[in-house]
């Protein structure tokens, strides 16, 4: 199995940044996509941004521009750093990635998710 531990959340003044980290660990053969997702109060959970294995990437309008995901291959570690934090992006931040574990004899793809890391922005 594979486990997913985000930190770096927290609160944040409008304007302020963070900076998000998710390491993966376990019985891993290989990670292709990780990406970060999140979930505010009342509403359903949205991607926030992904990044291939080869590292290519993909954001969410609301955060282009403002956002940034990166990836540390040899240590199966996420970031995303986030600038311009304005109040709607707080929200409950979770970490996703698609890996290939052991299962038996066999490497099956999988998708895991992390518990989650809070990320409030107010004054």
């Known amino acids: 199995q594979v486990q997913l531990v985000e930190s770096g959340g927290g609160l944040v003044q409008p304007g302020g940044s963070l900076r998000l980290s998710c390491a993966a660990s376990?019985?891993?053969?290989?990670?292709?996509?990780m990406g970060w997702y999140r979930q505010a109060p009342g509403k359903q959970r949205e991607l926030v941004a992904t990044i291939t294995g080869g590292g290519s990437t993909n954001y969410a309008d609301s955060v282009k521009g403002r956002s940034t995901i990166s990836r540390d291959n040899a240590k199966n570690t996420v970031y995303l750093q986030m600038n311009s934090l304005q109040p709607e992006d707080t929200a409950v931040y979770y970490c996703?990635?698609?890996?290939?574990?052991?299962?038996?004899?066999?490497?099956?793809?999988?998708?895991?998710w992390g518990q989650g890391t809070q990320v409030t922005v107010s004054s």
């Open positions: 996703n990635a698609d890996a290939y574990v052991l299962k038996g004899l066999t490497w099956s793809l999988s998708d895991y």
């Open positions: 376990g019985s891993i053969f290989r990670i292709n996509a």
